[in-house]
């Protein structure tokens, strides 16, 4: 069965305190890892599809990174509207799409 | 912004009564999903669709059914609400879920439905 964890559940952030949110998987075959911002009473926006082992995306002050068990969503010198909650979901072989928990981060000015 | 829309955005209604929830998109992908969330459990697939006529079931379908008659909507029926099904419900869509190949899902803006 395929099965998404992630940490921290939630993190506070200093202005400009750069760090890093973690999502490990378990997947039958990887079609795709998926991130997500979700902003409270909004719906999913999409970040970043990766697809293979080694690769990296970026986008503003976001870079997501594959391995084989996990994938990590980067933040460098985050502002207070990065807050937001952080979605990783993942496409496997086996079943339909499967979303972690998330991660609640707070970026404080 | 992908262009998907939910109706209603709010609804309250009473343990029994028959709920019915639209999701229309403008993109014209294949594929249309039905999601829950709550707190604690994250996004939770209910049913989903591959085309039109053509649905399956999610992690949570007990107590929903779905239609799709045109490419474009997708409707989510709740025959008997319980409290149980109190929750945010999402409509998202994809063009595909073949590998590297467009396969990402886009969400619409929620539903929040109350069951007294």
């Known amino acids: 069965e395929d099965q998404v964890t992630q940490s921290p559940e939630a993190l506070r952030l200093q202005e400009g305190e750069s760090s890093s949110l973690n999502c490990s998987y378990t997947v039958s075959g990887l079609r795709g890892l998926f991130w997500y911002r979700q902003d409270p009473g909004k719906g999913p926006e999409f970040l970043f599809t990766l697809y293979s082992a080694g690769e990296e995306k970026e986008k503003e002050r976001l870079k997501a990174t594959l391995t084989k068990k996990e994938s990590f969503l980067h933040i460098t010198a985050p502002k207070p509207e990065d807050s937001a909650t952080y979605l990783c979901a993942v496409l496997g072989y086996g079943q339909n799409f499967v979303f972690g928990p998330g991660t609640r981060l707070s970026v404080l000015p | 912004d992908a262009g998907i829309t939910q109706s209603p955005r709010h609804k309250v209604t009473e343990t029994g009564t028959p709920v019915t929830l639209r999701c229309h998109q403008t993109e014209n992908h294949r594929y249309m999903y039905w999601y829950r969330q709550d707190p604690g459990h994250g996004l939770r697939l209910i049913h989903y669709s591959y085309g039109v006529k053509d649905t399956d079931k999610g992690e949570v379908s007990d107590g929903y059914s779905v239609s799709r008659s045109k490419t474009e909507d997708f409707l989510l029926t709740l025959e008997s609400a319980t409290s149980s099904q109190t929750s945010v419900y999402f409509c998202?869509?994809?063009?595909?879920?073949?590998?590297?190949?467009?396969?990402?899902?886009?969400f619409g803006p929620g539903t929040r439905l109350t069951v007294l």
């Open positions: 998202a869509i994809s063009e595909s879920q073949l590998a590297g190949d467009d396969n990402e899902q886009f």
